[in-house]
């Protein structure tokens, strides 16, 4: 279950290229080196002067984005040295008030903080999506951190629109999700199931009981991110009525000096 990247800075240009770049501050709190979104202008971009101005600034790896269909923006990217990490839908429920939702049989709770150690430490295991997991120049347990670190997080944010839910059990929470709701419309950020505990049944219930908490709560509609490839949660989005609105291709540049490449 993916989400898009969150608590960018704002975009700053990059003196002498037709690019400008916003760091993930947070990312690279967990990582201990910079990373980046990137946005290109209409000009060619100079791939090696884009490198060596990251090793100059310390930033090991830029993501970029581009619609499935723009092949153009795509080749363009792929000329500066990009290279595709992933491919991601954008699914939405408009009318989660009339949704069909079915019974199940998964309790939902909002997670307790003495729990918040035992989620990060199922969110390290209960990934195999996402860009940074799917990136093959990139370290798993990196990758694996930052699930953990995005749970903790979200655990330790005072704003109201977010919440974390967990799916009750004996031996403790088998799974969860991190949801945010702003005026009626609720974005499914981040979920996973135990891989451990969990035979694939408590994954479709954990979708199901997430967004009747959500209904219940006044959420009229929900939208998510999806990694193309994490065929059983597509198929989970198609069964519960989301629309495939768009997708995207998500691209990674690395530094020649990022601290993780072999020398």
């Excluded at 967990?30 to 946005?39: A, D, L, M, P, S």
């Excluded at 408009?94 to 729990?115: D, F, M, T």
């Excluded at 479709?204 to 209904?215: A, I, N």
Aim: no cysteine; proline share 6%; charged share 25%.
């Amino acid at each position: 279950m993916n989400q898009p990247d969150a608590f960018q800075t704002e975009f700053r240009p990059v003196p002498g290229l037709d690019v400008s770049v916003a760091l993930h501050p947070w990312d690279a709190e967990t990582f201990g080196f910079e990373t980046g979104e990137v946005k290109v202008g209409p000009s060619p971009v100079d791939g090696e002067a884009l490198r060596t101005w990251m090793s100059h600034e310390g930033i090991a790896l830029l993501v970029a984005h581009a619609r499935g269909e723009d092949s153009v923006h795509r080749r363009r990217l792929h000329e500066t040295g990009f290279r595709p990490v992933e491919e991601a839908y954008t699914v939405a429920l408009p009318r989660l008030v009339k949704a069909g939702l079915p019974s199940s049989l998964v309790e939902l709770r909002r997670a307790r903080p003495e729990e918040r150690s035992a989620l990060e430490d199922l969110a390290s295991r209960a990934f195999r999506f996402g860009r940074f997991h799917t990136d093959p120049w990139f370290p798993v347990a990196l990758a694996r951190r930052r699930m953990a670190r995005w749970v903790g997080r979200a655990m330790e944010s005072e704003d109201p629109a977010d919440a974390v839910l967990v799916v009750e059990s004996e031996g403790g929470p088998e799974g969860f999700f991190h949801v945010r709701h702003v005026d009626g419309k609720a974005s499914l950020r981040l979920g996973g199931v135990d891989p451990s505990r969990n035979g694939g049944l408590g994954g479709y219930g954990l979708f199901v009981e997430t967004l009747r908490w959500l209904r219940d709560r006044g959420a009229r509609s929900v939208t998510a991110e999806i990694a193309a490839a994490n065929t059983a949660v597509v198929n989970v989005y198609a069964r519960l009525g989301f629309l495939f609105t768009r997708l995207d291709v998500t691209m990674h540049l690395h530094s020649p000096t990022a601290p993780y490449l072999e020398r």
